[in-house]
């Protein structure tokens, strides 16, 4: 049974510092991951989707890595801002399923 | 292109009423996923849905939910007899073919929150 883990919690940074999230999860054998964005009481927006043969993927800011082998992704977010406080949610996806972790709460200190 | 619409984005039921949440997929979709976020908690799968069939319901409880995608219309995600413990988000995706194909992807909807008092 796949089992998503995020790492840490929750977590509070100064406005400007690189940061990193940590996912891992339990079965290597996904076919993609993606990392999403959630607004308290919001829905869900997608940052970065990376296929199982993939390595990384970028957009803007963002840096998102993938290690199927050893079961882990990491987001890595630059030069962070007060409007990148959210949850970051990781989520792979196995046999037509999505798996979450619980998430990741951002709080970016001005 | 719409994205997924979900309707209503606010509920709210008292104990023992009926919830009926609506997804309309993206144009062209015919795989629908619900998922339920309770406060504070991540995203759990509830089912998974075709066209006129269920494909995997191993996330819904045994009693009181039921689900359906029929050949017209949105898929209906439907809570009988609600409890408080049904108080959550309810998050509908659809996807044009099967999770795992060469590029396809799930795309969220903005969820209901299901309030029940």
């Known amino acids: 049974k796949q089992e998503v883990t995020q790492i840490p919690a929750a977590l509070s940074v100064p406005e400007g510092e690189n940061l990193v999230l940590n996912c891992s999860f339990t079965?290597?054998?996904?076919?993609?991951l993606q990392w999403f964005r959630q607004d308290p009481g919001k829905g869900l927006t997608s940052l970065l989707l990376?296929?199982?043969?993939?390595r990384e993927q970028t957009s803007g800011r963002l840096n998102a890595s993938l290690d199927k082998s050893s079961g882990r992704s990491t987001l890595y977010i630059a030069a962070s801002q007060p409007g990148d406080s959210a949850t970051y949610l990781c989520?792979?996806?196995?046999?037509?399923?999505?798996?979450f972790g619980k998430g990741t709460r951002l709080h970016i200190l001005p | 292109n719409a994205g997924v619409m979900q309707n209503p984005r606010h509920l709210v039921r008292r104990r023992g009423q009926e919830a009926r949440l609506r997804c309309s997929p993206m144009?062209?979709?015919?795989?629908v996923y619900w998922y339920r976020q309770l406060p504070e908690e991540g995203l759990k799968f509830m089912v998974y849905?075709?066209?006129?069939?269920?494909?995997?319901e191993s996330g819904m409880p045994k009693e009181r939910f039921s689900a359906e995608f029929p050949k017209e219309g949105p898929s209906i995600l439907r809570i009988q007899q609600v409890v408080r413990g049904d108080s959550a988000a309810y998050f509908c995706?659809?996807?044009?073919?099967?999770?795992?194909?060469?590029?396809?992807?799930?795309?969220f909807g903005q969820g209901t929150r299901l309030t029940v008092v």
């Open positions: 990376i296929q199982s043969s993939q």
């Open positions: 079965d290597s054998a996904i076919y993609n």
């Open positions: 995706a659809s996807s044009p073919g099967s999770l795992g194909g060469t590029n396809t992807e799930a795309f």
């Open positions: 989520a792979v996806v196995g046999n037509d399923k999505i798996i």
């Open positions: 144009k062209g979709h015919s795989h």
């Open positions: 849905l075709q066209k006129e069939n269920i494909i995997d």
